[in-house]
T-cell receptor, first 113, second 109 residues
C-alpha cells in the first residue's frame, strides 16, 4: 500500500515548456486535490476532484489543467510554464466520508527558469 | 485569496512550555483539520474535528471546533524538541480542503 505517489520529485523547466506532474493513489479514495506551496503562503488549492470524471477549480487554477479519467490518477498539467509557477506542488487524496482527512504525497519541487 | 486566517505566524518557545494557535474563517466548514509539516515532507494529519463545539485530544495535542463552525484552535502541551515544524489548520467542505498560512513553531532547549 504505497499511499499517494508523486512523480517527479524535482523538475527544472524553461519558460514556455509544458509538463505533467503525476499523482497516483492506491487507497481507492474518491477525493483528490492539487496544492502549491510558496514561502509564507501556506498551501493553496489549485484544482480538486470528488470522483472520476469530476474536477473543479480551487483558489489558483490559472495556468494549470487537470483531468480525472480514473479513480487512481489525477495528473496536473502545465501548458506553458512561467517563472511564477516555481513552487512545491503537493497532491492529496481522501475518502469522501467526513471522518477521514486528506493524505498527502511527498511533493514535487518545480523550478521554472 | 485564502479564506482562513491563522495566527500567530511564528512562535519561539522553550521546551516544556505550552503552545496555542488558532484559525478563523469567513466561511463555515463541515470539518476542521490540523496538520504538521516537517521540512521537505508533505503535511501529516494530527487531529480532525467533525462537530461544532467538539474538543478532541491526541496525546499532548488538543483541538476544538468552534461553535460557529468558523474557527478552531490547537494547543500543544509541554512542548518537546520534535514539536518543531509548521502547523496548518485546514477547513474541509464538500471535498474542498483549504489551508491557513501556517504557524512556524521553534522549540529551544
Amino acid at each position: 500500500n504505497a499511499g499517494v505517489t508523486q512523480t517527479p520529485k524535482f523538475q527544472v523547466l524553461k519558460t514556455g515548456q509544458s509538463m505533467t506532474l503525476q499523482c497516483a493513489q492506491d487507497m481507492n479514495h474518491e477525493y483528490m486535490s492539487w496544492y502549491r506551496q510558496d514561502p509564507g503562503m501556506g498551501l493553496r488549492l489549485i484544482h480538486y476532484s470528488v470522483g472520476a470524471g469530476i474536477t473543479d477549480q480551487g483558489e489558483v487554477p490559472n495556468g494549470y489543467n487537470v483531468s480525472r479519467s480514473t479513480t487512481e490518477d489525477f495528473p496536473l498539467r502545465l501548458l506553458s510554464a512561467a517563472p511564477s509557477q516555481t513552487s512545491v506542488y503537493f497532491c492529496a487524496s481522501s475518502y469522501s466520508r467526513i471522518d477521514y482527512g486528506y493524505t498527502f504525497g511527498s511533493g514535487t519541487r518545480l523550478t521554472v527558469v | 485569496g485564502q479564506q482562513l486566517n491563522q495566527s500567530p505566524q511564528s512562535m519561539f518557545i522553550q521546551e516544556g512550555e505550552d503552545v496555542s494557535m488558532n484559525c478563523t474563517s469567513s466561511s463555515i466548514f463541515n470539518t476542521w483539520l490540523w496538520y504538521k509539516q516537517d521540512p521537505g515532507e508533505g503535511p501529516v494529519l494530527l487531529i480532525a474535528l467533525y462537530k461544532a463545539g467538539e474538543l478532541t485530544s491526541n496525546g499532548r495535542l488538543t483541538a476544538q471546533f468552534g461553535i460557529t463552525r468558523k474557527d478552531s484552535f490547537l494547543n500543544i502541551s509541554a512542548s518537546i524538541p520534535s514539536d518543531v515544524g509548521i502547523y496548518f489548520c485546514a477547513g474541509l467542505s464538500w471535498g474542498k480542503l483549504q489551508f491557513g498560512a501556517g504557524t512556524q513553531v521553534v522549540v529551544t532547549p
